[in-house]
């Protein structure tokens, strides 16, 4: 059975960091390119980021580029997402996805992803 957990979100003000954590189970990374996006009240889901299971190449919008970072750790199948400079406008559901033989995944909406985990919340207080 394909699992996928988010942990790590919170409350923290402006200007402050997170990680988050998708550990996933029921699927080997490399067959998968695995995302990141979020959702506000009201708002599409949208998204901030995704690395290539197989190969580590990340990929980010410019609305995160700079300030969030994707990486994997094969191992404990797990990807993370730090998070600096965090802004209320980036308050949100951030949900982790993931994707059977999308490798390069940048832009590519959620439409394409298989899997889902359950959301882990996020909010930046100005």
């Known amino acids: 059975e394909v699992q996928l957990v988010e942990s790590g979100g919170g409350l923290v003000q402006a200007g402050g960091s997170l990680r988050l954590s998708c550990a996933a189970s029921g699927f080997t990374f490399r067959h998968y390119g695995i995302g990141w996006f979020r959702q506000a009240p009201g708002k599409e889901r949208e998204w901030v980021s995704c690395?290539?299971?197989?190969?580590?190449?990340?990929y980010y919008p410019n609305s995160v580029k700079g300030r969030f970072t994707i990486s994997k750790d094969n191992a404990k199948n797990t990807v993370y997402l730090q998070m600096n400079s965090l802004q209320p406008d980036d308050t949100a559901v951030y949900y982790c996805?993931?994707?059977?033989?999308?490798?390069?995944?940048?832009?590519?909406?959620?439409?394409?992803?298989?899997?889902w985990g359950q959301g882990t919340q996020v909010t930046v207080s100005s």
């Open positions: 996805g993931a994707a059977y033989m999308l490798y390069y995944c940048s832009g590519y909406g959620s439409d394409y992803y298989d899997y």
């Open positions: 690395i290539d299971g197989n190969d580590g190449s990340t």
